[in-house]
T-cell receptor
Framework: GAVVSQHPSWVICKSGTSVKIECRSL??????MFWYRQFPKQSLMLMAT?????????EQGVEKDKFLINHASLTLSTLTVTSAHPEDSSFYIC???????????FGNGTRLTVT | AQSVTQPDIHITVSEGASLELRCNYS??????LFWYVQSPGQGLQLLLK??????LVQGIKGFEAEFKRSQSSFNLRKPSVHWSDAAEYFC??????????????FGAGTRLAVHP
């Protein structure tokens, strides 16, 4: 149980375009989802906390207008990278939890390459 | 602000040898503690967690971890490492908040290599 599906697994886009990444909790309802970014051989950096039906809470230094997060239902959160630039190239990982004291369950990540 | 320290960036062990990965945290109260493992290009898999109670917790794949309040540590151990254990290991800490924790902060990770 507690499976999180992330799509796409990898995407290549041109500079200036936008890319949407989906994160779905397949067998549970997730009131809260989290989006992380991971640079090569580095740790996970929390970008934002996404609560169903409300605005996401962004971490300090994360541009909310560039990284649009929507959590329209209890099983789906999306991250849209707007006007992507090569420096946005990274590994993006979403996670979700069943309740406030349960572990995070992670998707398999999305490798974004901006050319 | 709370922080998580994994002092060992890279560890190499021989197959069959024992393993201990270190994790220290900086926080006043006892946080929620987790260990995750990540294979290259993949998401993270939960190995084990500690919220309260018995300070020695058992996880999947033969891993265990011990919470030591006096040392603010939550070290991960395995008595006999298998080649398939080669991966990146992350310690994570959640600040207690309103019956749970609000977010997870990750350590820098320890890359484990296993020699045959």
């Amino acid at each position: 149980g507690a499976v999180v599906s992330q799509h796409p697994s990898w995407v290549i886009c041109k500079s200036g375009t936008s890319v949407k990444i989906e994160c779905r909790s397949l067998d549970f309802q997730a009131t809260t989802m989290f989006w992380y970014r991971q640079f090569p051989k580095q740790s996970l950096m929390l970008m934002a906390t996404s609560n169903e039906g409300s605005k996401a809470t962004y971490e300090q230094g994360v541009e909310k207008d560039k990284f649009l997060i929507n959590h329209a239902s209890l099983t789906l959160s999306t991250l849209t990278v707007t006007s992507a630039h090569p420096e946005d190239s990274s590994f993006y990982i979403c996670s979700a939890r069943v309740s406030e004291d349960s572990p995070l369950h992670f998707g398999n990540g999305t490798r974004l390459t901006v050319t | 602000a709370q922080s998580v320290t994994q002092p060992d960036i890279h560890i190499t062990v021989s197959e069959g040898a024992s393993l201990e990965l270190r994790c220290n945290y900086s926080y006043g109260a006892t946080p929620y503690l987790f260990w995750y493992v990540q294979s290259p290009g993949q998401g993270l898999q939960l190995l084990l967690k500690y919220f309260s109670g018995d300070t020695l917790v058992q996880g999947i794949k033969g891993f265990e971890a011990e919470f030591k309040r006096s040392q603010s540590s939550f070290n991960l151990r395995k008595p006999s490492v298998h080649w398939s254990d080669a991966a990146e290991y992350f310690c994570a800490v959640g600040e207690p908040f309103s019956g749970g924790y609000n977010k997870l902060i990750f350590g820098a990770g320890t890359r484990l290599a296993v020699h045959p």
